[in-house]
């Protein structure tokens, strides 16, 4: 059988067409090797940043979805000042007198009452702070 190879008309084109190639091959310059490996390693390198923006990325939206809701409302830096109270009547007077309406709340930028006020009582006598 190996006479029957040698004789085969499709093994004497492809043998001649291998010469011919064979004859044709250059071997690429080296700096052109050097281009091809250099633009590897850049696209290699690229290509790792871009899996690592993709895994941070991934994982932020994975903590988020993760974690509650609505915080709530954020709290004052500072505590706010005590709202002044009205002053509560003698207890002898809250029960001859019928309840007041409630007081209204005093502004902010007024001036607190002075030590020196007075206060008038249903009689007509007038009381002094203590």
Known sequence: MPDSYEHDPLRSLF?????????RAVIAPVSV???????????RIAGFALACCLVLA???AAVAALLPGDP?????AS??????????????ESRTRPASPPATPRSTTSPPPSATATATTRSGSTQFPP
């Open 58 to 60: 991934g994982s932020g």
């Open 15 to 23: 043998r001649e067409a291998a010469s011919a190639g064979q004859s």
């Open 72 to 76: 709530g409302p954020a709290l004052p």
């Open 33 to 43: 090797i050097a281009v091809r490996g250099e633009r590897a390693r850049r696209r």
């Open 79 to 92: 505590t706010p000042p005590p709202t002044p109270q009205a002053p509560s009547p003698a207890p002898t």
